[in-house]
């Protein structure tokens, strides 16, 4: 780590931006995409085999308004089609393994790697890095469910017209890992998505320049005053009894003349 944080970003052509180094050196240090869809769907096939027959799925409220509401979801669900989004959910949280890596980059941004997802090509170009929270409520999307989606719309070879999509467990809402676009016409959201390339051992990542230079200026000011506090001398604890003031003498008690001892 700290060998990765002395290594220095490498200059765009744009000046406004850059490119960070990342730990990501092999596509192994990554969650292989296939392999979590493949385990969370087997679970999802045993969850619904203890569904009992005849249960309907449940619509619930803050399913609305997202392409949670698509047909597909809802309307005329069998059991097995309607493991819905609730179910989904439920084996979601059973899953030993989140679908990405989530990665701070050096300014300070937080970003999830999703890998081996998407149209088929070198295992290098099958990888995504997005923002790490929903853009909705800001869910971490380290909870979400990876899909790997037929893109109807792009090119027609069958492994090439495929999309890499993420689902936000919170409002169902469902985005692109390459474009960061949402589904559904009432999704307005857009997931952050950042370019990124293998060089020199590891892969980097595309940010604003300004970012990494602010978050730079933060961490040495925050240095300076770590040092500052180290060399200070500690304040004595003792008191000075030279600055205690004098005490001043009350008067004594006397008894009163009506007073008696007894
Ligand atoms: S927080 Fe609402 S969809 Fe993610």
């Known amino acids: 780590m700290a060998a990765m944080a002395a290594m220095a970003p490498i200059l765009d052509p744009d000046p406004s931006y850059c490119w960070v180094p990342t730990e990501i050196q092999r596509c192994s240090d990554l969650v292989d995409g296939q392999k979590w869809i493949e385990s969370f769907e087997a679970m999802l096939k045993d969850e619904s085999k203890e569904t009992p027959a ?5 619509r619930s409220l803050r399913s609305t308004l997202s392409d949670g509401d698509a047909p597909h979801f809802w309307s005329s669900a069998t059991v097995a089609d309607a493991v819905t989004t609730r179910g989904r959910n439920e084996v979601l949280r059973k899953m030993h393994t989140p679908p ?8 300070k941004q937080e970003v999830l790697f999703w890998f081996n997802i998407g149209p088929a090509r070198e295992n290098r170009d099958r990888v ?6 929903c853009p909705h409520q800001g869910v971490c999307l380290l909870s ?5 989606i037929e893109d109807l719309a792009g090119p027609a070879a069958a492994s090439a017209g495929r999309r890499g999509m993420v689902r936000c467990p919170r409002h169902n809402k469902t985005f692109d ?3 960061g676009e949402s589904l559904g016409a009432l999704n307005c959201e857009v997931l952050q998505t950042f370019p990124s390339r293998f060089q020199d051992g590891r892969f980097y990542v595309r940010v604003p320049t300004d970012q990494l230079i602010s978050a ?3 961490e040495t000011d925050s240095t300076d005053v770590e040092m500052k506090d180290a060399t200070m001398e500690p304040e004595l604890k003792r008191p000075r009894f030279d600055q205690l003031p004098t005490p001043t003498r009350k008067h004594g008690r006397s008894l009163c003349r009506h007073t008696t001892l007894g």
């Open 54 to 58: 005849g249960a309907r799925p449940r």
């Open 216 to 218: 730079q200026e933060q």
């Open 100 to 107: 990405a890596r989530k990665v701070v980059l050096p300014n």
């Open 177 to 179: 890992l390459a474009s």
């Open 128 to 133: 995504y890095v997005t923002e790490a929270n």
């Open 144 to 148: 979400g469910e990876l899909k790997d």
